[in-house]
């Protein structure tokens, strides 16, 4: 659990440090939702379209924010592609509670992987 500001920075940094190693360059938080995203797509394309990586970020986040209630699974598309709805009666988060929301989900996502 992470329970100060300080404390998710330095696990962001320990995260982003460890994943600079395996990509040569440190990833934003766009570039680490991509790979949550293409993880949880179950997809082994190798390159993307820009509106392609557009929803795969998004999954990525639907995936993320479901931890906390902002969205519920929702099936798969045709192309077996998973979807995610809104949830309801839950209020809207301002751009820096929603990133700091995304970062503590993807360390969560990081740590359930090891």
Do not use: H
């Amino acid at each position: 659990m992470i329970a100060t500001p300080s404390d998710l920075d330095s696990r962001w940094d320990r995260l982003t440090g460890k994943l600079s190693g395996k990509f040569n360059r440190t990833p934003d938080l766009n570039a680490i939702l991509f790979l949550i995203g293409i993880e949880e797509s179950g997809t082994r394309q190798i390159k993307f379209t820009k509106d392609e990586k557009m929803d795969l970020i998004q999954l990525a986040g639907c995936r993320l924010l479901s931890r906390y209630g902002y969205f519920v699974y929702d099936g798969k598309t045709e192309e077996g592609f998973p979807k995610w709805k809104s949830a309801d009666g839950i209020p809207p988060l301002d751009r820096d509670k929603e990133e700091t929301l995304i970062k503590k989900s993807i360390l969560e996502y990081f740590s359930d992987l090891e």
